[in-house]
């Protein structure tokens, strides 16, 4: 287990329209490497890991303050709950009872509806080497049955691993499915593209989607013979130039699809590497799932860091998570927490350079 000496600084980060205050932490490692968080939706506002050369860079695309962060929206770097990823519909069945919710995906229902958990204003604790987050979401918040309790560590070693927990408890029968949003450039701010990036991911098949709309099917794509084969490294841009040749690549508009995630425990998932910076990311994760998002829906209307607009596929996502729709297809790994039981998942990115 790589060492956790990392020190972690607490200063303010602004105040919503209602006088809310909302804090960021910067935890630092020995080698100077960072990363930052605020309290508004748990999200990490940087990560600064070296290059090949040793160069310090921003890998993370977000915002530099909390207004721009409210004006832009799209749930950049935050925490996603209740239930990330998208609900056919807007609505599920448990124990015989149908529960409506907010239909804020043209009719379905997206990333926890109107007001996610990347909404909230986290309670925070500063705890060895990171910082824990806290909430209560209570009973038929955004219709979701229960009250959840929740809490989600960010870890920083000195090893440039950022590790995120995320527990939950549960008052009544509900379900769940969290995950961070970040999206990643491995080359750093300056760079307007992620098209050059190369990427591995440990998957034999993604969920098959119905149509634009990204509804799950219930069945399973195999990779073999398609863009989404990545068993071995491919280039992010070479794939995505095969768009139209690929129904489910189409509907998309690009990567926008949950891989299926084989073996059991925290595993080695996905790499990804950068060849000019010679960045690499590795993911590691108990999760059964991963949606691969190439950025698709940038285009240059979100005002980014030192005010720049971020440019289309500028980021990618890696979102480790439970496969979407779960709850409505019962051949999916079930997504419903009950009482008694903790809700339990662990990522974790680590960075080095080659």
Not at 121 to 135: C, K, P, S
Not at 273 to 290: C, E, H, I, L, N
Request: a negative charge.
């Amino acid at each position: 287990m790589p060492a956790i000496t990392a020190a972690v600084k607490r200063s303010p980060f602004g105040q919503t329209p209602d006088g809310a205050p909302v804090d960021q932490f910067t935890i630092t490692n020995k080698s100077g490497a960072s990363v930052s968080l605020v309290t508004m939706g748990g999200t990490i506002t940087s990560i600064s890991v070296p290059d090949h050369d040793g160069k310090l860079d921003d890998v993370v695309l977000g915002y530099d303050n909390l207004a721009a962060m409210r004006v832009a929206g799209g749930y950049m770097n935050a925490i996603i709950g209740r239930v990330g990823n998208r609900i056919g519909g807007a609505r599920f069945t448990l124990n015989g009872v149908e529960y409506h919710l907010a239909q804020n995906d043209h009719g379905n229902h997206l990333h926890g509806g109107a007001v996610g958990f990347d909404k909230h204003i986290w309670d925070a604790e500063i705890v060895e080497g990171g910082v824990r987050l806290t909430i209560v979401s209570p009973d038929g918040e955004e219709n979701y049955p229960g009250t959840l309790r929740v809490a989600v560590t960010y870890t920083w070693s000195d090893a440039n691993e950022l590790t995120i927990q995320y527990e939950a408890r549960t008052d009544k029968d509900t379900i769940v499915n969290l995950t961070n949003h970040a999206y990643f450039n491995l080359e750093g701010l300056s760079s307007r593209t992620i098209a050059d990036h190369q990427i591995k991911i440990r998957s034999d098949a993604i969920t098959a989607v119905a149509d634009s709309m990204c509804i799950p099917t219930g069945e399973l794509y195999p990779v073999d013979g398609t863009p989404f084969d990545l068993r071995e490294f491919g280039v992010i841009g070479e794939r995505l130039a095969r768009e139209k040749a690929d129904a489910q690549m189409s509907f998309g508009v690009g990567f926008d699809h949950n891989y299926v995630l084989g073996g059991d425990g925290f595993r080695h998932v996905v790499t990804a590497r950068a060849p000019k910076s010679g960045r690499v990311m590795r993911v590691d994760t108990d999760a059964p799932g991963v949606q691969f998002y190439s950025g698709n829906h940038i285009h240059g209307d979100t005002i980014g860091k030192a005010g720049v607009p971020y440019e289309y596929r500028q980021g990618f996502c890696l979102e480790t998570q439970n496969w979407p729709d779960a709850i409505n297809h019962p051949n999916f790994p079930s997504p419903v927490l009950k009482p008694g039981e903790t809700y339990s998942t662990k990522t974790r990115f680590a960075f080095a350079a080659e």
